[in-house]
């Protein structure tokens, strides 16, 4: 049995032959955009090309430049039969002495912006003859003269590789009825765009089938990009629908490329954002020192109208109690052959400075009996402090009188802050230091390496368990 494609497939192959198909309207798009500007270089390397697109864009030879270089082409046949000095071959050359005074009088170039080819055409005569006229140049040209005394095949083979080819790139395009230049290209784009027309509609029926609550402005909406395809005008951002294509074909792999495009412009908005809510959070800050709700705050927090509690609790009190619970219990103990050492250190150095003690150093023993009561008194010293701060802690009346001391403390602390004077150098030195953090340090955060921070992002999105996959990460379990 023949194996039959599955539907993926089968859509693939139809996205891959739509962009395909895009792709070459896109190449002829471009092609007949630069076919006016780069005609010079299809004229000199690809003449085939023009007999063929000269047509389509409405351009014909123009008739005083063709026949200027016809009539050099007929002396040419004269002089290979009569010779240069023949009556019927000094005919020839004098109405080319006519035709090119006409020639850089009328300026035929102008029409079709060709004017930069005929001076350059121009100037390499003057620079043949050394004559600073044009028409003087081209006169004494096209003299028997000149031609017998430089040698005649010598000058024309000059004209036809210096002179031929600029004044061949004049032409003249014609003008349609609507008064612009003709160019009927739209009839080599016409069959494109019925073709993503067609296609476009038939893609907005299917979606409308699958999600029926999309109108026919939603459903085409969904691959909005199409809609280059169907302009006339603008075509080269067709260039967008293309690129889509061949990237959801798997023609062109552009995940890179939008990676760093989505890297960019990430980049950019963190760093405005990073700014913005930097400095916001800063002015609040400010705001609210100048108002006096700091100090307000730490008096009582009850005294503020606006201030919102949500759990009944004093939470300077609670982070303070709980701050000195792990002095206590957790710092002390690991502390304490520190704090023994410090006192031993200073109660031998009081020792020596006795003058009694001094004098019994000398003694013998007197050494070894100074080291243990140092260690004695240093131990005795701080086993007594911790067992007092520890009794004071876990005796309900002495958690009350340090939760007076706490509270009257924070009182103190806001009465006194509360001086006018005390107030104003604190809030003024607040707002100083919070300005001076906007502008040394709100910049610095700005210009962080902010793809440093998406790379680190990125790798923490790759190390993540693959969920959409059906791969989970394995879970180590304490034991």
């Known amino acids: 049995m023949p194996n039959r494609k599955s539907p993926k497939q ?5 996205e891959r032959l739509m962009a395909m198909i895009a792709t ?9 955009l630069s ?20 047509p389509i864009k409405g351009i014909e030879n123009h008739r005083e430049t063709t026949n ?10 004269q002089v290979s039969q009569t010779g240069l000095t023949s009556p019927e071959a000094k005919a020839k050359l004098e109405e080319l002495d006519r035709l090119s005074n006409e020639m850089v009088d009328s300026n035929p170039f102008a029409a079709v912006n060709k004017s930069g080819n005929f001076e350059k055409a121009k100037n ?82 299917y979606l409308r089938r699958r999600h029926p609550s999309f109108t026919w402005v939603n ?68 705001g609210s020192v100048r108002r006096g709700d700091l100090t307000s705050w730490l008096s009582s927090k009850e005294n503020l109208r606006s201030y919102i509690d949500i759990n009944n609790i004093n939470e300077v009190e609670a982070i303070a109690g709980i701050f000195v619970q792990t002095i206590v219990y957790q710092v002390l103990p690991k502390i304490q052959p520190e704090i023994v050492a410090i006192l031993r250190h200073n109660i031998t150095v009081g020792l020596n400075q006795t003058p009694i003690y001094r004098n ?37 009346q002495g958690a009350q009188l340090s939760s007076q001391l706490a509270q009257r403390f924070t009182a103190a602390l806001g009465e006194e802050m509360q001086q006018k004077h005390v107030l104003e150098e604190i809030q003024s030195l607040l707002a100083d230091f919070l300005e001076e953090v906007k502008l040394n340090y709100v910049q610095r955060l700005s210009q962080e390496d902010i793809d440093q921070i998406l790379e680190q992002t990125r790798k923490l999105r790759t190390q993540a368990p693959l969920v959409d996959q059906g791969t989970v990460l394995p879970v180590k379990r304490e034991s």
Not at 68 to 77: G, I, P, S
Not at 148 to 176: D, K, V
Request: charged share 20%.
């Open 124 to 205: 390499r005569m003057r620079d043949r003859i050394g004559i600073e006229s044009a028409k003087q140049s081209f006169s004494t040209f096209w003299s028997p003269e000149y031609l017998s005394q430089q040698g005649w095949n010598q000058e024309i083979n000059f004209f036809n590789r210096q002179i031929r080819p600029l004044i061949a790139t004049n032409y003249f395009r014609r003008i349609g009825e609507n008064g612009e230049l003709q160019d009927d290209f739209w009839r080599i784009d016409l069959p494109f765009i019925l073709l993503f027309g067609i296609e476009l509609l038939a893609r907005s029926f």
């Open 219 to 286: 459903a085409i909406l969904w691959r909005w990009y199409d809609i280059f395809l169907l302009l006339p005008f603008v075509q080269w951002l067709r260039i967008i629908p293309v690129i889509i294509r061949l990237n959801q074909s798997r023609l062109l792999n552009l995940q890179p490329l939008q990676q760093q495009i989505n890297q960019t412009i990430l980049a950019n908005f963190a760093e405005e954002l990073t700014e913005i809510v930097v400095v916001r959070v800063i002015n609040q800050i400010q």
């Open 68 to 77: 200027y270089l016809n009539r050099v082409d007929a002396l040419q046949e």
């Open 10 to 14: 089968q859509n693939l192959v139809f």
């Open 35 to 54: 076919y006016v500007p780069w005609r010079d270089f299809y004229l000199r390397n690809f003449p085939q090309i023009t007999q063929i697109y000269d």
């Open 360 to 396: 019994l150093h000398h003694l013998p023993g007197m050494g070894d009996m100074q080291t243990q009561l140092s260690e004695q008194l240093a131990t005795q010293i701080t086993n007594n402090l911790y067992s007092a701060v520890t009794a004071a802690m876990e005796d309900p």
């Open 24 to 32: 070459v309207n896109l190449c002829l798009v471009l092609f007949d």
